[in-house]
């Protein structure tokens, strides 16, 4: 098959436990670039988080594509453009807020064009997501009067078998209005309804011409999943959640011996 488009998940998966990107798949990256390929970084990090990746791979110079907030939004990196962008219900905002409030040792948090805003309470979680993304976090006293602006996703971290209990009382509020899932065991995502990654790069392709047959997706985490079925070949990295590696066409080395490089070699060269 000749594949047209590599999508990567970042954490886990393109960046190593350092969270960087090695060089020699850094450089095998920018060559399938100069062949033709598209590249496009798919992450739950906000779009402040995946830039920096982006410029070191230069999708500026070669057209690729971010898809941050795990779809919900779609930038054109050589324009800068916003080309698809959903954002969550006003109105759901406040009543989520009041219901993960009276759980214990969880933060609920979003993004703002700077810095993270938490609205709880500081949590190891938190500071995980900060160091990330590399973004300051801003407690907000009144966080539901705070967000003003569009949102692309609440984000609520914690221990997981308290994110699981928070889960289960949202879906069964939400259910008819958001995507409510795991990325990671600490991570529960909030999203507007039908977002995912697959979705968004199904908007993506249509937008090109393409089709599912010509991209392949790479990922690690329970937020790759839909993604890796989609894609016409769905790859894990050896490091992924068993859950992932049970819905993968081919299974990668680890993000620390670059199993991205392996991808390309494989199946790109």
């Not at 850094?26 to 990746?53: F, H, T, W, Y």
């Not at 064009?113 to 300051?136: H, T």
Request: charged letters at 20%.
């Amino acid at each position: 098959m000749d594949y047209k488009m590599l999508v990567l998940d970042l954490d886990g998966t393109l960046t190593n436990s350092r969270k960087e990107v090695t060089e020699p798949t850094r450089k095998a990256l920018i060559e399938i670039q100069e062949a033709g390929k598209i590249v496009v970084l798919a992450s739950g990090r906000p779009i402040n988080g995946v830039l920096p990746l982006a410029k070191e791979l230069e999708l500026t110079r070669f057209g690729g594509y971010m898809l941050s907030f795990n779809g919900a939004r779609i930038t054109q990196c050589s324009t800068g453009n916003i080309i698809y962008n959903r954002t969550l219900p006003a109105s759901v905002i406040g009543p989520i807020y009041d219901i993960v409030k009276t759980y214990p040792g969880v933060d609920i948090i979003t993004y703002d064009d700077q810095c993270i805003l938490s609205s709880l309470g500081i949590n190891r979680y938190v500071e995980l997501e900060a160091s990330i993304n590399k973004m300051e976090i801003v407690h907000a006293d009144d966080f539901v009067s705070r967000l003003t602006f569009p949102v692309n996703k609440l984000l609520i971290p914690g221990e997981p078998d308290v994110l699981k209990e928070i889960q289960k009382k949202l879906q069964n509020q939400f259910r008819s209005l958001l995507n409510i899932y795991f990325s990671e065991p600490f991570f529960l995502e909030v999203m507007p309804q039908n977002i995912d990654k697959a979705y968004s790069l199904q908007k993506l392709l249509n937008s090109l011409g393409l089709t599912a047959d010509s991209m392949i997706c790479c990922g690690d985490g329970y937020n790759d999943i839909s993604m890796i079925e989609y894609a016409g070949l769905g790859v894990a990295m050896k490091n992924a959640q068993p859950i992932v590696k049970d819905t993968a066409d081919f299974i990668t080395k680890s993000n620390d011996e670059d199993g991205i490089l392996h991808v390309i070699n494989t199946f790109m060269r």
